[in-house]
C-alpha cells in the first residue's frame, strides 16, 4: 500500500543547531503540506506546495524556517536555528488535488 | 474567531453508547469537511468525508453537516474502547486543509 515516507522519526538537537526532516509522498500527489503538531493541539499548517511551487506558506516561521520541494517529489523542512518551542511533531501529508490528505509517520523532534 | 472550533474534551461516554463530536467552522467557502481520528503519537487517519448537507453513514460512524449553521458533526454508534482518540475535523474549500485543535474522546469499558 502506498504511503508517505518521513525520515527522522526521532530527532533530538541543541538549541541553535541546525535540524532538516525529509518527506516523500506517495506518487503521482502533487500536493504536499508540512504541519506542526505540538501536543495537545490539531496540527497547524506550515506549509503547502502544489508541485514544486509553494501555495501557502504564511504560517511558517520564514526567520528560521525552510522549506523546498525541488522537483516537485520529495520536499525537505529545515530549522536555522532551532528553539526550544520548536519541540513538537512534524507532520508531512500529501494528497491528489484537495481530496483526503494522507499523512506520514512524523518527526517527533525535541530541542534540548 | 479559529476557523475550526471543537471542544478538547475530554468527553467520556461508556462502552456501547453514543459519542456526539462537534465542529463550527467560519469559512462559508467551506465545501468538504472531513473527520480525521488521531492515537495517541501517531499520525491523523481519514475516518469520514461529507460535502452534502444532511446525513453519511458509514458502519458506526455517522457524519452531520448543516452549511446553513457552519456545523458538523460525528456520532460515534456503541462506542467501544478502541475508538478512544483525538477526533480532529477539518473542513476545506478549495485550500490546504485546517485542523481544528481536536476532541479527545475515552471511552470507559
Known amino acids: 500500500e502506498a504511503e508517505v515516507a518521513q525520515s527522522p522519526r526521532y530527532k533530538i538537537t541543541e538549541k541553535s543547531q541546525a535540524v532538516a526532516f525529509w518527506c516523500d509522498p506517495i506518487s503521482g500527489h502533487a500536493t504536499l503540506y508540512w504541519y506542526r503538531q505540538i501536543l495537545g493541539q490539531g496540527p497547524e499548517l506550515l506549509v503547502q506546495f502544489q508541485d514544486e511551487s509553494v501555495v501557502d506558506d504564511s504560517q511558517l516561521p520564514k526567520d528560521r524556517f525552510s522549506a523546498e520541494r525541488l522537483k516537485g517529489v520529495d520536499s525537505t523542512l529545515k530549522i536555522q536555528p532551532a528553539e526550544l518551542g520548536d519541540s513538537a511533531m512534524y507532520l508531512c501529508?500529501?494528497?491528489?488535488?484537495?481530496?483526503?490528505?494522507?499523512f506520514g509517520q512524523g518527526t517527533r523532534l525535541t530541542v534540548v | 474567531q479559529k476557523e475550526v472550533e471543537q471542544n478538547s474534551g475530554p468527553l467520556s461516554v461508556p462502552e456501547g453508547a453514543i459519542a456526539s463530536l462537534n465542529c463550527t467552522y467560519s469559512?462559508?467557502?467551506?465545501?468538504?469537511f472531513f473527520w480525521y481520528r488521531q492515537y495517541s503519537g501517531k499520525s491523523p487517519e481519514l475516518i469520514m468525508f461529507i460535502y452534502s448537507n444532511g446525513d453519511k453513514e458509514d458502519g458506526r460512524f455517522t457524519a452531520q453537516l448543516n452549511k446553513a449553521s457552519q456545523y458538523v458533526s460525528l456520532l460515534i454508534r456503541d462506542s467501544q474502547p478502541s475508538d478512544s482518540a483525538t477526533y480532529l475535523c477539518a473542513p476545506t474549500g478549495g485550500r490546504a486543509l485546517t485542523f481544528g485543535s481536536g476532541t479527545r474522546l475515552q471511552v470507559q469499558p
Open positions: 469559512d462559508r467557502g467551506s465545501q468538504s
Open positions: 501529508a500529501s494528497s491528489d488535488g484537495f481530496a483526503e490528505a494522507f
